[in-house]
């Protein structure tokens, strides 16, 4: 049952900001801009907290066997931990309980309209004037409010990058994010393209649930197992930090004990160094590479009724595509000019502060391998702190408002990553979270 909400009170508001969207990452806004005393109002489409991880909302991406791919202690909010009872690596549906449990615990439901789609979001004048929010709600009807800026947290994977292919497929044909159950999958022949994090788990559903599958891959992967030596494979190490090179060397050999040659199985080698792409964290796709229960093919070249031609001159048939090609990042409500948007993402200092405005911000446009849901509590406590600072005019405030405006920083520690869309937003974890929290410091907080 959803929780009793309170409702949010319309009429001038050009006191509050507005915050789209009540996921993780706008949970922890939520959260800090209480805390720094900051008025908000909170909008969610929705009818309650936990975003995509809640697999019964709207744009929800999610599927039955979906678990985390990154341990609970590495991912937690470090003053929220989940409970004892909860597994290593937790189901979606217990994401969402814990997700539900945090906006309890700090009481931030009445903060929300749910139900409420943001349909445009404009400033007012000059810069620092305001916004104009017109959103829908449950009802049907349209509201329009001025806010004293905007903070987007509507998440990075809603939108599906779907690919075109040459020729007509006479078979089904679907994206991951219309994927929901292993049942889809009886009695097919199935081909997944894309061997992501989502398209290895997707792919051992079909090997179950199917009547055969394959994959197709356009480039190689790093593969990690979920455990080392009985423990979740990301938390171990890091007490000590290593230059990436030794970094590289080390983490390589140990998966190569651990992993083996993922090439006997099939695979193409991947073509970048390890951790200049995300590695895949799977314990099962290679065991069934291995066991004959799985076919890799090399990228599509054509497609012709139900038989699918590959990029080396093979071919076979299939009943259905599930395309898990990932997603793109979408903020419909707002131009993009308004972002800064270059290429595939928006440029914004340290992922999240627009270089020219204080009252307009993005939030969780962020990725790094184990960054977890603190490091993005700390995104948001930095610009809490910031917005703060500008209101009591802070030499903390000053200084990052200085910086921000003198050139796009990404924080990605000299790595270069592969440039792909969904790598537009990827940064250096170490590099990332060392920036953020020195602000915060900076910024009056605790963090070192």
Same mark, same amino acid.
């Given at each position: 049952m959803s929780e009793q909400r309170d409702a949010v009170p319309r009429g001038s508001a050009t006191e509050k900001y507005a915050l789209i969207g009540a996921g993780p990452m706008g949970l922890a806004m939520a959260k800090v801009l209480r805390e720094q005393g900051i008025a908000f109002q909170g909008f969610e489409l929705n009818s309650d907290v936990g975003g995509l991880w809640d697999i019964d909302a709207p744009h929800s991406t999610m599927y039955e066997t979906a678990h985390l791919i990154s341990s609970k202690s590495m991912t937690e909010f470090s003053d929220f931990p989940m409970r004892a009872d909860v597994a290593e690596y937790p189901s979606h549906r217990?994401?969402?309980?814990?997700?539900?449990?945090?906006?309890?615990?700090?009481?931030?439901?009445?903060?929300?309209?749910?139900?409420?789609?943001?349909?445009?979001?404009?400033?007012?004048?000059?810069?620092?004037?305001?916004?104009?929010?017109?959103?829908?709600?449950?009802?049907?009807?349209?509201?329009?409010?001025?806010?004293?800026?905007?903070?987007?947290?509507?998440?990075?994977?809603?939108?599906?990058?779907?690919?075109?292919?040459?020729?007509?497929?006479?078979?089904?044909?679907?994206?991951?994010?219309?994927?929901?159950?292993?049942?889809?999958?009886?009695?097919?022949?199935?081909?997944?393209? $894309?061997?992501? +994090?989502?398209?290895? &788990? !997707?792919?051992?559903?079909?090997?179950?649930?199917?009547?055969?599958? @394959?994959? #197709?891959?356009?480039?190689?992967?790093?593969?990690?197992?979920?455990?080392?030596?009985?423990?979740?494979?990301?938390?171990?190490?890091?007490?000590?930090?290593?230059?990436?090179?030794?970094?590289?060397?080390?983490?390589?050999?140990?998966?190569?004990?651990?992993?083996?040659?993922?090439?006997?199985?099939?695979?193409?080698?991947?073509?970048?160094?390890?951790?200049?792409?995300?590695?895949?964290?799977?314990?099962?796709?290679?065991?069934?590479?291995?066991? $004959?229960?799985? +076919?890799?093919?090399? &990228? !599509?070249?054509?497609?012709?009724?139900?038989?699918?031609?590959?990029? @080396?001159? #093979?071919?076979?048939?299939?009943?259905?595509?599930?395309?898990?090609?990932?997603?793109?990042?979408?903020?419909?409500?707002?131009?993009?000019?308004?972002l800064n948007w270059q290429g595939s993402a928006p440029h914004l200092y340290l992922n999240c502060m627009h270089p020219n405005r204080d009252d307009l911000f993005v939030l969780g446009m962020v990725e790094a391998s184990g960054l977890g849901w603190q490091g993005r509590h700390e995104q948001a406590e930095m610009v809490a702190r910031y917005l703060k600072g500008l209101q009591s005019g802070s030499a903390g405030a000053q200084r990052l408002k200085e910086e921000k405006s003198a050139g796009f920083e990404r924080a990605t520690g000299g790595m270069q990553y592969l440039k792909l869309a969904r790598m537009a937003y990827y940064v250096d974890k170490a590099t990332y979270r060392k920036a953020v929290t020195g602000w915060i410091k900076a910024l009056g907080g605790r963090a070192a």
């Amino acid at each position: 049952m959803s929780e009793q909400r309170d409702a949010v009170p319309r009429g001038s508001a050009t006191e509050k900001y507005a915050l789209i969207g009540a996921g993780p990452m706008g949970l922890a806004m939520a959260k800090v801009l209480r805390e720094q005393g900051i008025a908000f109002q909170g909008f969610e489409l929705n009818s309650d907290v936990g975003g995509l991880w809640d697999i019964d909302a709207p744009h929800s991406t999610m599927y039955e066997t979906a678990h985390l791919i990154s341990s609970k202690s590495m991912t937690e909010f470090s003053d929220f931990p989940m409970r004892a009872d909860v597994a290593e690596y937790p189901s979606h549906r217990e994401m969402r309980s814990y997700f539900r449990d945090f906006a309890r615990h700090y009481d931030l439901y009445r903060g929300y309209s749910f139900n409420s789609e943001v349909l445009s979001c404009e400033p007012v004048g000059e810069a620092g004037a305001g916004w104009q929010l017109r959103w829908r709600d449950g009802d049907g009807a349209e509201h329009s409010d001025v806010f004293a800026g905007v903070l987007i947290a509507n998440g990075t994977l809603a939108e599906p990058n779907i690919p075109s292919f040459k020729g007509d497929f006479s078979g089904e044909m679907i994206h991951s994010a219309q994927y929901r159950d292993p049942r889809q999958f009886a009695d097919k022949r199935v081909l997944i393209v $894309g061997a992501g +994090n989502s398209g290895c &788990d !997707i792919a051992v559903d079909a090997i179950h649930h199917g009547a055969s599958c @394959d994959i #197709s891959m356009r480039r190689g992967y790093y593969f990690v197992p979920k455990y080392v030596f009985g423990k979740p494979a990301d938390t171990m190490g890091g007490l000590i930090q290593l230059p990436m090179w030794l970094k590289r060397r080390i983490d390589g050999m140990i998966l190569k004990w651990f992993v083996g040659d993922p090439q006997k199985y099939g695979f193409p080698k991947p073509d970048y160094a390890l951790y200049e792409s995300h590695p895949v964290v799977n314990s099962l796709i290679l065991f069934h590479a291995g066991h $004959g229960d799985l +076919n890799v093919r090399p &990228d !599509i070249d054509r497609l012709d009724g139900k038989t699918v031609h590959f990029s @080396d001159g #093979s071919s076979a048939d299939y009943d259905m595509i599930l395309t898990a090609t990932g997603y793109l990042l979408h903020y419909p409500f707002i131009d993009k000019e308004l972002l800064n948007w270059q290429g595939s993402a928006p440029h914004l200092y340290l992922n999240c502060m627009h270089p020219n405005r204080d009252d307009l911000f993005v939030l969780g446009m962020v990725e790094a391998s184990g960054l977890g849901w603190q490091g993005r509590h700390e995104q948001a406590e930095m610009v809490a702190r910031y917005l703060k600072g500008l209101q009591s005019g802070s030499a903390g405030a000053q200084r990052l408002k200085e910086e921000k405006s003198a050139g796009f920083e990404r924080a990605t520690g000299g790595m270069q990553y592969l440039k792909l869309a969904r790598m537009a937003y990827y940064v250096d974890k170490a590099t990332y979270r060392k920036a953020v929290t020195g602000w915060i410091k900076a910024l009056g907080g605790r963090a070192a």
